[in-house]
């Protein structure tokens, strides 16, 4: 994928939500749509700042896009999670 577009960045974004929904395991949007969502958004965010701000036009293939779209979906993840604030006393404790 030499030229990534949005419907590139759209199918990568797939990839990328469930791996950043591994990776980012407290609070914010959980289950098979939310990551499906984030990881869209953050193909598209990802690939946006690379083409914009690194002029990266060409991502190194299927492998390059996909490291680009987990770090938005990351990115993503991460702002969502401080978003929903809250105190975390209110939340029930986790049992292992």
């Known amino acids: 994928m030499p030229d990534m577009g949005v419907v590139g960045w759209?199918?990568?974004?797939f990839f990328a939500g469930?791996?950043?929904g591994a990776?980012?395991?407290?609070?914010?949007p959980r289950g098979c749509v939310a990551n499906i969502f984030v990881g869209i958004l953050g193909g598209l965010l990802g690939g946006f700042i690379a083409t914009h701000?690194?002029?990266a036009g060409s991502t190194n293939g299927f492998f390059g896009a996909l490291i680009v779209a987990f770090l938005g979906a990351t990115l993503i993840r991460l702002i969502l999670n401080a978003?929903?604030?809250g105190d975390r006393r209110d939340r029930p404790r986790q049992r292992w």
């Open 10 to 13: 759209i199918v990568v974004g």
């Open 18 to 20: 469930g791996l950043s």
């Open 23 to 28: 990776v980012v395991d407290r609070g914010g």
């Open 53 to 55: 701000y690194f002029n």
């Open 83 to 85: 978003l929903e604030g």
